[in-house]
Structure formats: structure tokens, C-alpha cells
């Protein structure tokens, strides 16, 4: 099964800034200050985004290991 990887579109200092999703385009922007302290912003809201518009994704995910 294919693991949908967000879509780096932006980064900065290795930090990505904004985003895609690879299934339905939806955009991510980072939502504060880019900093190590909160590298993990972007990452976050997209595994998010996956579990409440794509559980189906995550399910077949989970029951293809």
C-alpha cells in the first residue's frame, strides 16, 4: 500500500513551512514562527488531516503490515 507523504512545497533551515496533501490538495502553512521548538507544526497538522478526511488510507495502511 502506498504511504501518502506530505508534499514539501516550502522549507526553511530544513523546517517545513507549507505543504500538500498528495491525495486531495488540501494546503498546509506552518501557523507560527519557524523554529526547532516548533520544527514539528507542519508534520502535525498533516497526520491530523489524515486521520479525520483519510482514515481509509490509514486503515488499509495499518491492515496491510
Known amino acids: ?20 496533501c498528495p491525495i486531495c490538495r488540501a494546503i498546509f502553512m506552518h501557523k507560527s ?4 521548538e516548533n520544527k514539528n507544526d507542519l508534520p502535525d497538522q498533516y497526520e491530523a488531516h489524515l486521520k479525520e ?8 495502511l495499518a491492515e496491510g503490515l
Do not use: D, F, R, Y
Open 1 to 20: 500500500m502506498w504511504k501518502p507523504k506530505l508534499i514539501s512545497a516550502t522549507e526553511v533551515s530544513g523546517i517545513i513551512v507549507q505543504g500538500t
Open 33 to 36: 514562527g519557524v523554529g526547532e
Open 53 to 60: 478526511k483519510h482514515p481509509n488510507v490509514l486503515k488499509e
